[in-house]
């Protein structure tokens, strides 16, 4: 195979069968990689071919996809990022999460677009890609350790060079909500939708990949000159973001969650603890994902581990009252070591600490444990207790949903999720959009899916709808901004690039804007593709997402939140966001027409022609 068939691509898929232990390679489709761009396009084809509307996602049939983009490893700013994909156990719909780190861009290093697992082997293993070079080894050694110990030890067994994403014993407990961590102790976390589960079911324990080989790039120059001209850092002044930040909390559309979005941001709860979290956040360590230019603050570490992210501070200790930082440094070690994703982690807790508060269950469901609200040591308990599968943990490591089913009554009015999967920190009552988006979202409730979040427009989006964004509380149009923020957004996990450089987190550079990422892929490839066609292709890998959940039984039932942020004003809150309840029906109606979708929130047959999703049509409208 002529490598530079594919500037940008590394040209090939490697194809894994546990059960039989066979390993196989393919080439390319050039041209289902150019409708489908790369990443999260390309493993959504593949889950919409090789599922059923009966796969179930332990099965040996589900297929756990790893995949790179067309920017990956080149020298477009966070091309260093992966996504991961499959069936979510957590929801049991089109499940995907991504990470920085190293990963993703030793995998395309090493010469491989997609990774496709299936099978479930009958003994813990890892795969060791070392170029052309694959193979399965024992992992018998591993299974049983946490993340850290785990990437420790392969690395100790294969030497120089070695990048590792691994899962922790909550993957092999199979906790719905475990996570694949790469790079151990100074890595990153594909956190969302359960996707360690999916490893852990296969006996998976890792993925280690090394390798030596850039990807061609068409114009090398060109995209130099567009870089060094559109991706424009500025230095950072941390005492002038501390500012920034205290006096735009709460005002803008990340309003966090508190006691289990009962109410709104607690001044005093707040006051001390985020000032010293920001403290300890900007004093460690920076680290950058690879090829990444800009540095955020959850790239820090504090000493031998990983530093607490905001978002782990938030969804663990917001969530729950917990305001002591030691406390919730080592409930996020733990959640990272486990490989647990910490907004679900705290999302069940919360839940669980609001039953208890009720009376719906006592010491002797916690295992003794006084599972109040505040208390640091009863988040620590549970933590553990998730990540071992034992006592309560057994119940709330099946996820939110299933625990309200298992607890019944008002226990169902107390979870608080989107189709299965728990909130990540914001309250949605402070944005309109974000209701939408998170209620329509492919994943269940997330917050990087679309582009919404984003304090500054920097998506495609007509004139007239620019008023729309900016109005947190708008209602007409903003079924449309929600869907192109979120055909846009797959564009981004296409590529593969981070949404930070959608600006709107921190001040250390100029967000960048779609005709600049327009530009670097075709630099990068050669491709000469339009602002239309790449919108479309944004739209078409949408639309498959949710033909996947289609076959799978969502519709517009699905399509919706919490009774608490439907009916229950956030009280004691900042500015107008106290009194706001999303109007969510009335934006869905609207938000389904933009879409070409019917009013049940199915794909009619004619806007999937349109997007030349032919072979989904049975499944419509």
């Given at each position: 195979m002529?490598?530079?068939?594919?500037?940008?691509?590394?040209g090939?898929?490697?194809?894994?069968?546990?059960?039989?232990?066979?390993?196989?390679?393919?080439?390319?489709?050039?041209?289902l990689?150019?409708k489908?761009?790369?990443?999260?396009?390309?493993?959504?084809?593949?889950?919409?071919?090789?599922?059923?509307?009966?796969?179930?996602?332990f099965?040996?049939q589900?297929?756990?996809i790893?995949?790179?983009?067309?920017?990956?490893?080149?020298?477009v700013?966070?091309?260093?990022?992966?996504?991961?994909?499959?069936?979510?156990?957590?929801t049991?719909i089109?499940?995907?999460?991504?990470a920085g780190?190293?990963?993703?861009h030793?995998?395309?290093?090493a010469?491989?677009?997609?990774?496709?697992?299936?099978?479930?082997?009958?003994?813990?293993?890892?795969?060791w890609?070392?170029?052309?070079?694959?193979?399965?080894?024992?992992?018998?050694?591993?299974?049983?350790?946490?993340?850290w110990?785990?990437?420790?030890?392969?690395?100790a067994e294969?030497?120089?060079?070695?990048?590792?994403?691994?899962?922790g014993?909550a993957?092999e407990?199979?906790?719905?909500m475990?996570?694949?961590?790469n790079?151990?102790?100074i890595?990153?976390?594909?956190?969302?939708?359960g996707?360690?589960?999916?490893?852990?079911?296969?006996?998976?324990?890792?993925?280690?990949?090394?390798?030596?080989?850039?990807?061609?790039?068409?114009?090398?120059?060109?995209?130099?000159?567009?870089?060094?001209?559109?991706?424009?850092?500025?230095?950072?002044?941390?005492?002038?973001?501390?500012?920034?930040?205290?006096?735009?909390?709460?005002k803008?559309?990340?309003v966090?969650?508190?006691?289990?979005?009962?109410?709104?941001?607690?001044q005093?709860?707040?006051?001390?603890?985020?000032?010293?979290?920001?403290?300890?956040?900007l004093s460690g360590d920076?680290?950058y994902?690879?090829?990444?230019?800009i540095?955020?603050?959850?790239s820090?570490?504090?000493?031998d581990?990983?530093?607490?992210?905001?978002?782990?501070?938030?969804?663990l200790?917001?969530?729950?009252l917990?305001?002591?930082?030691?406390?919730?440094?080592?409930?996020?070690?733990l959640?990272?070591?486990?490989?647990?994703?910490?907004?679900?982690v705290?999302?069940?807790?919360?839940?669980?600490?609001?039953?208890?508060?009720?009376?719906?269950?006592?010491q002797?469901?916690?295992?003794?444990?006084d599972?109040?609200?505040?208390?640091?040591?009863?988040?620590?308990?549970?933590?553990r207790?998730?990540?071992e599968?034992?006592g309560l943990?057994?119940?709330?490591?099946?996820g939110?949903?299933?625990?309200?089913?298992?607890?019944?009554g008002?226990?169902?009015?107390f979870?608080?999720?989107?189709?299965?999967?728990?909130?990540?920190?914001?309250?949605?009552r402070?944005?309109?959009?974000g209701?939408?988006?998170?209620?329509?979202s492919?994943?269940?409730?997330?917050?990087?899916?679309?582009?919404?979040?984003?304090?500054?427009?920097?998506?495609p989006?007509a004139?007239?709808?620019r008023?729309?964004?900016?109005?947190?509380?708008?209602?007409?149009g903003?079924g449309?901004?929600v869907?192109?923020a979120?055909?846009?957004?797959?564009?981004?996990?296409?590529?593969?690039?981070c949404?930070m450089?959608?600006?709107g987190?921190?001040?250390?550079?100029?967000?960048?804007?779609p005709?600049?990422?327009?530009?670097w892929l075709?630099?990068?490839?050669?491709?000469?593709?339009?602002?239309?066609?790449?919108?479309?292709?944004?739209?078409?890998?949408f639309?498959?997402?949710?033909?996947?959940?289609?076959?799978?039984?969502?519709?517009?039932?699905?399509?919706t939140l919490?009774?608490r942020l439907?009916?229950?004003?956030?009280?004691?809150g900042?500015?107008g966001?106290?009194?706001?309840?999303?109007?969510?029906?009335?934006?869905?109606?609207?938000?389904?027409?933009?879409r070409?979708?019917?009013?049940?929130?199915?794909?009619?047959?004619?806007?999937?022609?349109?997007?030349?999703l032919?072979?989904?049509?049975?499944?419509?409208r």
């Open positions: 002529e490598h530079t068939k594919y500037f940008g691509f590394a090939k898929v490697l194809r894994v069968d546990l059960s039989s232990g066979t390993i196989e390679t393919s080439e390319l489709d050039k041209e990689a150019r489908f761009i790369g990443g999260a396009g390309l493993a959504t084809k593949i889950i919409w071919d090789e599922t059923k509307a009966d796969t179930t996602p099965s040996a589900n297929p756990l790893f995949a790179t983009g067309p920017i990956t490893a080149t020298k700013p966070t091309s260093g990022r992966y996504v991961v994909a499959s069936l979510s156990p957590l049991n089109y499940g995907q999460s991504h780190g190293v990963w993703g030793a995998l395309k290093l010469g491989w677009d997609v990774v496709i697992v299936k099978g479930v082997s009958p003994k813990p293993v890892y795969l890609i070392d170029g052309d070079r694959v193979d399965l080894r024992d992992a018998g050694h591993l299974w049983g350790k946490d993340n110990e785990t990437d420790e030890g392969i690395r294969l030497g120089k060079g070695v990048s590792v994403a691994s899962i014993r993957g407990r199979l906790v719905r475990a996570c694949i961590c790079d151990g102790k890595g990153r976390f594909a956190a969302r939708c996707l360690g589960a999916v490893m852990g079911s296969k006996k998976l324990k890792a993925l280690a990949v090394r390798g030596n080989r850039r990807p061609k790039v068409h114009d090398d120059g060109n995209l130099k000159r567009s870089i060094a001209a559109n991706f424009i850092r500025t230095p950072l002044d941390p005492e002038a973001e501390r500012e920034r930040r205290a006096q735009t909390r709460g803008g559309r990340v966090a969650g508190v006691k289990n979005y009962q109410t709104a941001d607690l005093d709860f707040f006051g001390g603890f985020q000032s010293k979290f920001k403290e300890h956040s920076r680290l994902c690879a090829g990444c230019g540095g955020c603050f959850e820090e570490r504090k000493g581990r990983r530093a607490m992210t905001g978002e782990n501070a938030q969804c200790g917001a969530r729950c917990v305001d002591d930082f030691d406390v919730l440094e080592e409930a996020s070690d959640c990272n070591r486990y490989g647990m994703d910490a907004m679900s705290g999302g069940v807790v919360a839940f669980a600490m609001e039953l208890y508060d009720s009376g719906i269950i006592n002797s469901d916690t295992g003794g444990i599972l109040i609200w505040g208390r640091g040591e009863a988040l620590l308990a549970m933590v207790q998730i990540g599968r034992e943990g057994k119940v709330l490591g099946e939110v949903k299933r625990a309200a089913e298992h607890f019944g008002l226990a169902i009015e979870a608080m999720h989107v189709k299965g999967h728990e909130f990540p920190l914001m309250d949605v402070a944005w309109n959009a209701a939408l988006e998170f209620a329509t492919s994943t269940g409730a997330h917050h990087f899916e679309g582009a919404t979040i984003s304090s500054a427009i920097h998506f989006l004139e007239e709808l008023e729309v964004y900016e109005n947190r509380f708008a209602i007409q903003t449309k901004v869907a192109a979120q055909d846009y957004g797959n564009v981004i996990d296409c590529l593969v690039a949404k450089l959608l600006g987190w921190t001040h250390t550079f100029q967000p960048v804007k005709e600049y990422f327009l530009e075709n630099c990068v490839t050669g491709w000469q593709m339009t602002t239309a066609e790449l919108t479309k292709a944004g739209e078409r890998i639309n498959l997402k949710r033909m996947i959940n289609v076959r799978r039984g969502i519709s517009r039932k699905d399509d919490p009774p439907l009916s229950s004003k956030r009280g004691f900042v500015g966001t106290a009194d706001n309840l999303p109007p969510l029906g009335i934006m869905l109606n609207e938000y389904y027409a933009s070409g979708w019917s009013e049940e929130g199915i794909p009619i047959r004619a806007k999937l022609s349109e997007l030349d032919q072979e989904t049509l049975e499944f419509g």
